[in-house]
């Protein structure tokens, strides 16, 4: 049974840090991408970063390029996302998802798996 667990979300201030991590288990992920959506109240799961599993190579949506970070540690089966210079307008439930293809895609509906999100609220 996959499980995708994510843990380090929380109350942050503007220009803060926060890193997220999510535990992937029940099969091999060499072959996916994985990746971090976002969903804030009123508005469309976005995709602000991805990584291929196999290789390494990440993409980033534009708002968070440059202060947001994607990872993977193939030994704790982890995908982290550090964060940095934090803003108001990255409050939004977290979520770790992961998707048996090759690029990187930006569409919530082809995802495979999922996680049960982690608020992250960033105060001015």
């Known amino acids: 049974q996959v499980q995708l667990v994510e843990s380090g979300g929380g109350l942050v201030q503007a220009g803060g840090s926060l890193r997220l991590s999510c535990a992937a288990s029940?099969?091999?992920?060499?072959?996916?991408?994985m990746g971090w959506f976002r969903q804030a109240p009123g508005k469309e799961r976005e995709l602000v970063a991805g990584?291929?599993?196999?290789?390494?190579?990440?993409a980033y949506s534009d708002s968070v390029k440059g202060r947001f970070t994607i990872s993977r540690d193939n030994a704790k089966n982890t995908v982290s996302l550090q964060m940095n210079n934090l803003k108001p307008e990255d409050t939004a439930v977290y979520y770790c998802?992961?998707?048996?293809?090759?690029?990187?895609?930006?569409?919530?509906?082809?995802?495979?798996?999922w996680g049960q999100g982690t608020q992250v609220t960033v105060s001015s």
């Open positions: 998802a992961a998707d048996r293809a090759i690029t990187i895609r930006r569409f919530p509906s082809v995802y495979d798996y």
């Open positions: 029940g099969r091999t992920f060499n072959n996916y991408v």
């Open positions: 990584i291929r599993w196999g290789d390494g190579s990440t």
